[in-house]
């Protein structure tokens, strides 16, 4: 007989929040990438005078490849900016970039937020692979202590989440507070550089209530479960 899981339908807004953030952070970058700073300077040559302004002379900047694919690598201390942003004068790349150079001047100035984040890495890297097949092991056998260890696992994953959102709420704030004081882009361009950093945010956002909502369908599987 045909099993219908309603609980999948929980999973469907997060999902759907997903897709419109990655469209939106997309056609965002797109838009102002088409429109270049008045001061011409490129992305790269922005974030070494942030990272320099801010004491972090040892941050090495380099390119890496794909789309939107910036980051800044604590372990390393290197900042990667990616091809459509690294040698780019446009607002939006240096929009992006400003934003990573805000996380490494959150690691230098020991941003707790940050700190916590990089300590639970590799704990919810292990509970994000673990979890179903705990979880599901514990469905087939009816152990409920096992059941419990699962859902404990995947809910690591929603305590990143939830983790991430300062972390990158403080660097675009850092990002737009010191391209403004630095006079990098004009009032006008802030706010075109402000939409890109908006829209990239909205996809924390979305991962954050995706995984809340899986969260809540495991916790629902396990209720029902236990009634039967």
């Known amino acids: ?21 990655q469209f939106r952070v997309k056609s965002t970058f797109s838009e102002y990438s088409r429109v270049l700073s008045r001061r011409g ?29 910036d980051h800044y690598d604590p372990s390393t201390n290197v900042l990667r900016l990616s ?24 690691q230098h100035d020991g941003y707790a937020p940050l700190k916590l ?18 979880f599901l092991a514990g469905l087939i056998f009816s152990w409920e202590p096992l ?28 990002a737009v507070t010191l391209l403004r004081q630095g006079g990098f882009l004009g009032e006008d361009e802030i706010n075109g550089a402000q939409k890109v950093l908006n829209a990239a945010a909205m996809t924390y956002v979305a991962a954050a209530v995706s995984s809340a909502l899986q969260l809540l369908r495991l916790v629902l599987l396990a209720r029902s479960r236990r009634d039967n």
């Open 1 to 21: 007989m045909f099993y219908f899981d309603w609980t999948m339908l929980l999973v469907i807004p997060g999902l759907l929040l997903g897709l419109w953030a």
């Open 41 to 69: 300077v490129t992305a790269d040559q922005v974030s070494r005078e942030l990272l320099n302004q801010s004491g972090n002379f040892n941050v090495q900047i380099s390119s890496v490849a794909g789309d939107l694919t």
């Open 83 to 106: 091809q459509s942003v690294n040698g780019n004068a446009s607002i939006a790349a240096i929009g992006v970039a400003a934003h990573e150079c805000g996380h490494a001047m959150q």
């Open 117 to 134: 984040r990089s300590a639970i890495v590799p704990v919810v890297n292990l509970g994000s692979h673990l979890y179903f097949p705990i």
């Open 147 to 174: 059941i419990t260890v699962g859902i404990l696992c995947f809910a690591l994953t929603l305590v990143f989440s939830l983790v991430t959102l300062p972390v990158e709420f403080d660097a675009s704030r850092r």
